[in-house]
């Protein structure tokens, strides 16, 4: 036997158009192999696998990563920082770090990258990781839509995160804010959007070597479809609100298609927020694989998010759940169980009405700023 079936557990994953069950086309190649030719065969396998793990496919062990369109590899599981206060947020990027953390999702919007930056040098000081160990996203806030601008931007969060490169540097929102406007306050703040000339900016970043890789953030299948038609770098990653009760399936299958990573804010539904109007991790579904896996139904919210193919960004400041978060690595759900999540009625959560008014703002309903997608 070339390939121990038993130790690997997949789900079928559609690419180049076909639907490949797994485990019934390998088992099928090795028979092939004994009777003809071993090595050609081989290689086909060799490719299949290779082409399912660099898209996210994971094992009973991880995945702890995924490949981006860029070749980079992106932590299948970070800490999201956004309503983390700035004289707590120290603290929990420290306790993270040493718990094992490897990626740190940030904001320039989240007004908390400085003390972050403080959290990030000191643990470089203290020899407990290296910049080359991390993974630091940040964001393009909308005030610096302007080409002009975006290097702008990009130059603050440097300056806060005491960093002399990011990772993945994001297009917050499909949104532009004059720059002297922090928030949409008044429908004055506005300027008007022209998400093509803020991409070409934002690819110009890559040139300089400060930033490797660029992407967006709460884009849907039409606003992609835009980017694409004139975009010359395609976006690594599109990061948005996903959890089981909202599962992004369109946008999933369309990302995947395009080579695009989907990354998962409030993968457990932000419990505690004000746009939070139920609780993801009270739903039935989660409880009762909960108690079948043995483990919490966050554990299990954010294991549901990396064995659908996507990198989670939940978020906490509590040392407890930060350790608890980490622990989704050495197990997974049960093919049956994960059948399971597809019953959920979906929602979602975050509608981003703030950024409506009906003069200057380019939406002028929930509708229009997620394409239908509600």
């Not at 898209?55 to 991880?62: I, K, L, R, S």
């Not at 990027?93 to 919007?109: F, L, N, P, Q, T």
């Not at 690594?236 to 395009?258: D, G, I, T, Y």
Request: positive net charge; hydrophobic residues 35%.
């Amino acid at each position: 036997t070339f390939l121990n079936c038993s130790s690997v557990s997949v789900y079928p994953y559609k690419h180049l158009g076909k639907s490949l069950p797994p485990i019934k086309y390998i088992w099928r190649l090795r028979h092939s192999v004994d009777r003809s030719s071993r090595s050609v065969l081989q290689t086909d396998v060799v490719v299949l696998l290779s082409l399912r793990f660099k898209m996210g496919t994971v094992t009973t062990e991880g995945p702890k990563f995924f490949e981006l369109n860029t070749g980079d590899k992106l932590p299948a599981l970070g800490l999201g920082t956004w309503q983390a206060e700035p004289n707590v947020i120290r603290e929990v990027v420290k306790s993270a770090i040493k718990e094992g953390y490897r990626h740190i999702d940030c904001a320039y919007d989240y007004y908390n990258e400085k003390e972050i930056g403080d959290a990030l040098q000191e643990m470089f000081k203290q020899n407990i990781v290296k910049r080359e160990d991390l993974w630091i996203t940040s964001k393009l806030w909308s005030s610096f839509h302007a080409p002009e601008h975006v290097p702008e931007g990009l130059d603050i969060t440097l300056k806060n995160l005491q960093l002399d490169h990011l990772d993945l540097y994001l297009i917050h929102w499909p949104v532009a804010l004059k720059r002297t406007s922090p928030k949409p306050d008044n429908p004055e703040d506005f300027a008007v959007l022209d998400i093509q000339a803020t991409w070409a900016a934002m690819e110009k970043l890559v040139e300089t070597g400060r930033v490797r890789a660029i992407g967006v953030s709460n884009f849907t299948v039409e606003k992609l479809q835009k980017l694409l038609a004139y975009a010359q770098v395609t976006p690594a990653v599109n990061q948005v609100e996903c959890h089981p009760v909202w599962q992004q399936r369109k946008l999933r299958s369309f990302c995947r298609s395009k080579g695009i990573h989907l990354s998962a804010y409030s993968p457990l539904g932000s419990p505690g927020s004000s746009f939070s109007r139920f609780s993801v991790l009270e739903h039935p579904v989660l409880k009762k694989v909960s108690e079948r896996v043995g483990k919490t139904t966050a554990q299990v919210a954010l294991r549901w998010g990396i064995q659908s193919g996507n990198s989670v960004l939940p978020k906490t400041t509590s040392a407890k759940r930060i350790k608890e978060n980490f622990g989704i690595f050495d197990w997974s759900i049960p093919p049956e169980d994960f059948k399971l999540f597809s019953e959920i009625d979906q929602v979602r959560l975050f509608k981003a009405d703030f950024w409506l008014n009906d003069s200057t703002s380019p939406y002028k309903t929930v509708d229009e700023i997620w394409d239908g997608d509600l």
